[in-house]
């Protein structure tokens, strides 16, 4: 089978097509015959060696993915079948076959689009874990998400409407401005200039009650201080390439609370709750509630511009590559 493989880390090294054995489905296992994959900022990291978690070289990145079961593993017991359409998250998703636990694998309707599937879970499962289960958000708060264009930005602007909250989305250009207001969001902001004072007026005197932080550096600082008493600051993740500091006073001042968003170990602690949650959000998928904003579709062959695409920081939309 093809599949792209990290063959090690440093300056030479980089993501290569390889043909490597088609892996067989243990008991509790389905074999995907995978069609798409998503290319995500956690998944270079990863491939770099740049992220929190080094696998040993050499080994297939990427994270998500969707397809047809293609084998079922002796005495598994699940409902899927070969022929069924799939999607989920499983390491080693770069391949064009990879084996899941049939638990970890979400059937699809009929039909769907395989570059939208492949990026439909990961983002809202992320963007949902953090706001109803880490954030607490309810109808009537004022959420506000930064990078609201990006991939788990632009599912949460969508999952904070469904969820019934007034959406203020920060992005850096009318074209990422334009998406997250097709998106659902109240209003948007410029977030390439001294955008904090805006958001303060837009958010009223009780202030903003939940911020979606997956870009830290100093906007971590001027999200914070835009929260109202009791406010709760999401941070996700770092894709503006710094960690950011707080005045630790600020805490105490807003009565507000910095909440940290990890849903890697969301699943690792607690399996069963982050599978629950991760069907939920396949289904949203499917009824058209949450749509991912797919930008390129390129096959496996020209993973190396799909790469680069993926990381231009004025690109709207995921990458997507198909085998």
């Given at each position: 089978m093809r599949a792209l493989q990290v063959p090690g880390y440093g300056p030479d090294d980089h993501i290569t097509l390889q043909t490597l054995p088609r892996p067989e489905p243990a008991p509790g296992e389905v074999r995907i015959r995978v069609q798409a994959c998503g290319i995500s900022y956690v998944d270079l990291l990863l491939a770099r060696g740049a992220y929190q978690v080094r696998p040993p070289p050499p080994f297939v990145p990427g994270s998500e993915y969707s397809g047809v079961v293609d084998a079922v593993g002796t005495g598994t017991d699940t409902r899927l079948a070969p022929g069924d359409p799939v999607c989920g998250t499983r390491q080693g998703a770069w391949a064009e076959y990879i084996c899941v636990p049939a638990a970890r694998v979400q059937a699809l309707p009929a039909g769907i689009d395989p570059a939208l599937a492949a990026v439909a879970s990961a983002?809202?499962?992320?963007?949902?874990?953090?706001?109803?289960?880490?954030?607490?958000?309810?109808?009537?708060?004022?959420?506000?998400?930064?990078?609201?264009?990006?991939a788990v930005g632009h599912a949460a602007v969508q999952i904070g409407r469904a969820l019934g909250a007034r959406v203020l989305a920060l992005a850096s250009s009318e074209a990422k401005r334009a998406a997250a207001r097709d998106a659902g969001a109240d209003a948007v902001i410029d977030g390439g200039g001294d955008w904090k004072e805006q958001v303060k007026r837009l958010a009223g005197p009780g202030g903003v009650d939940v911020v979606f932080?997956?870009?830290?550096?100093?906007?971590?600082?001027?999200?914070?201080?835009?929260?109202?008493?009791g406010g709760r600051h999401l941070m996700v993740g770092f894709a503006g390439g710094e960690i950011g500091a707080l005045k630790t006073n600020l805490a105490i001042v807003k009565g507000a609370a910095l909440v940290g968003v990890d849903v890697r170990q969301f699943g690792?602690?607690?399996?069963?709750?982050?599978?629950?949650?991760?069907?939920?959000?396949?289904?949203?998928?499917?009824?058209?509630?949450?749509?991912?904003?797919?930008?390129q579709v390129l096959p496996v062959e020209r993973f190396d511009e799909a790469a680069a695409l993926a990381q231009e920081r004025e690109g709207v939309g995921r990458v997507v590559i198909t085998f």
């Open positions: 983002s809202a499962y992320t963007a949902l874990y953090g706001l109803r289960e880490r954030g607490a958000l309810k109808a009537g708060d004022t959420l506000l998400v930064l990078g609201a264009a990006g932080d997956p870009v830290g550096g100093p906007a971590t600082d001027a999200a914070f201080r835009t929260l109202g008493w690792e602690r607690e399996p069963a709750r982050a599978a629950a949650l991760l069907r939920e959000c396949v289904g949203w998928f499917a009824e058209g509630r949450v749509r991912p904003l797919v930008r």
